[in-house]
């Protein structure tokens, strides 16, 4: 079965519109899912903030669970990044087929896109990067601060009534 050139185009069209809209739904599912995790991360860092202090076996457990938590994020968004480099490769071979990258095809002195969009370089792109960076900065951020604990130092004996305007300082006399 033969083909006409027109069907051929309007395929291509069509393929290379759902294609778009693939790459720009992973973008923003990986942007979304992060901002949440961003999210979840600043309401931990309030956690461990302003909660008493842990034992050696409780930091370690929570240190565990982080780092579980934090590989799974990360293998995550890798696969949306990887997912998205195999889009990108389906698109750059329909925009080729398109003739997108050839000078003067389409009566312009220049090509209509620029030939290193055509790169088929693979790898996370910037925007997967960014992602990651922020998804490991915030897990070593809590690991950091579970361990360190800077909670408020708890309350001393002081009596209720006691008025710090009326405490006396004692100087030591040479």
């Known amino acids: ?22 790459l720009h739904k992973m973008r923003d599912r990986s942007m979304q899912f992060v901002l949440w995790i961003l999210g979840f991360g600043l309401g931990m860092a309030w956690l461990l903030i302003n909660e008493a202090s842990f034992t050696l076996a ?22 949306i990044g990887r997912g998205f480099n195999v889009t990108r490769q389906i698109i750059i071979k329909l925009e080729t087929s398109l003739k997108l990258y050839d000078k003067n095809y389409y009566n312009t002195s220049d090509s209509i896109l620029p030939p ?33 604990n800077p909670c408020k130092p708890k309350p001393t004996n002081v009596p209720a009534t006691a008025d710090p305007n009326q405490m006396q300082i004692k100087t030591v006399k040479e």
């Open 58 to 79: 409780q930091k370690i457990l929570i240190s565990i669970l982080l780092i579980i938590l934090g590989v799974t994020i990360l293998y995550f968004v890798c696969s």
């Open 116 to 148: 290193e969009y055509s790169s088929k370089k693979t790898g996370l792109k910037g925007h997967f990067k960014t992602l990651n960076a922020l998804v490991i900065v915030v897990l070593l951020s809590l690991i950091v601060l579970t361990w360190t």
């Open 1 to 22: 079965m033969e083909i006409p050139e027109e069907k051929k185009l309007e395929i291509l069209l069509a393929q290379l519109q759902e294609r778009y809209e693939a």
